[in-house]
């Protein structure tokens, strides 16, 4: 998104920021999920998912549409505690996901006036530092800035392996433009965005594309990308991209009084840019990847795990082992190939259990290569490397490996 594109300007902003950022964002109004619970066992349940059983679509729905839905599934004594099974549930009310501190010193008291968010987005940043942006880089529209980083909500339930957790890494984009071209530029990212999908190895039938029907009043469309997980049984968001009219930078200028205007030194015209946002999470999409790569096959009459990730995703390319551990002269010299190969790339270095037993090790975690010193080596200074889904092996000399890598790692 970044490094391969001279349209797009990478950022690392601040988590702590001023809290009418949050105010000028709606999140402090209104970041809210409804939330249902139990009388009975005091299970708590996200109310938006428990219509989406019944194919009630209410993600972002207001409060009063979701009550409706779930008021009419009550007297159809369909709605029940996932938990208990009790029927004797809450209404649904508006839970806010912002997760608040305060700054200043110890001995203050907690107030109001010095309140802080934990940012929910990555976006507000990015918004927060357009204008160092244009002042500094001078970037012509269309352009993007986007950036990777922590982000915190007051999630209902946290749940599902790492696919919703209270603590997450949000990688977003803000792509910045003139109006006219929104409906070109959405079109362009919705496609290089599910092609990065293909591209690192996800199946085209397992990835599909879900149009909100609840847009936001600011939006003018909204489309997520959906996996098709094993270990959640079904389709789940893992990004969304959403075309955001011209109203973050407009309230962002209402609220601090800057003026976040664009002029087009062609033709004049001054406007406020409007937003193409793509937002994913780095946890849920690590997730998707293990979800997609993780294969158990038979070996000579044994279950191999393997984690088939494409390589560039592993996150050990190559383990190196010594063919016996007491040897000194076989681990000094796999040592030596250590040295060589982690200079470039991950490496590890094992030397316990038998060579099968490393080699399974290795491929439960998707390391793409493992390469053996042996007793030859010591000889003709060539080694065994092993690959990970083929289980091919073959002899390579050791002054030719860091070749043999880059020409197989860095496709
Ligand atoms: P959901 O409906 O699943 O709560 P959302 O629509 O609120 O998600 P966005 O605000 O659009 O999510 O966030 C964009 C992306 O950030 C999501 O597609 C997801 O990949 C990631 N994300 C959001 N919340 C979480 C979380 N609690 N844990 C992990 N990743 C998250």
Known sequence: MVQLRDDIYGLDSAIFMHPTTWVASGHVEGFDDPQIDCKECKQRMRADHVLEEFEIEADKAPID??????????????????????????????????????????????????????????????????????????PKLPFGIAQIGKAFRNEIIARQFVFRTREFEQMEMQYFLHPDEMEEKYDMWREIRLNWYLEYGIPKDKIRWHEHEVLSHYASQAYDIEFDFKCLDGYKEVEGIHARGNWDLSQHSKHSGVDLTYTDDKTNEKFTPHIMETSTGLNRIFLMFIDNAYTEEEVEGETRTVLKLDKRLSPIKIAIFPLLKNKSELVGKAKEVLEMLRKKWMCEFDLSGSIGKRYRRQDEIGTPYCVTVDFDSLEDDSVTVRERDTMNQERVKIEDLQKYFQENLNI
Do not use: W
């Not at 709605?79 to 996901?97: P, R, W, Y």
């Open 65 to 138: 549409f979701i009550n409706k839905e779930l008021d009419k599934l009550k007297k159809e004594e369909k709605l029940k505690c996932a938990n208990c099974g009790s029927k004797n549930l809450t209404e649904a009310k508006q839970f806010s996901l912002m997760i608040k501190s305060n700054l200043g010193s110890p001995t203050d008291k907690l107030s109001e006036e010095n309140v802080v968010y934990l940012r929910p987005e990555t976006c507000g940043g990015i918004y927060l530092e357009y204008k160092n942006m244009m002042d500094s880089v001078h």
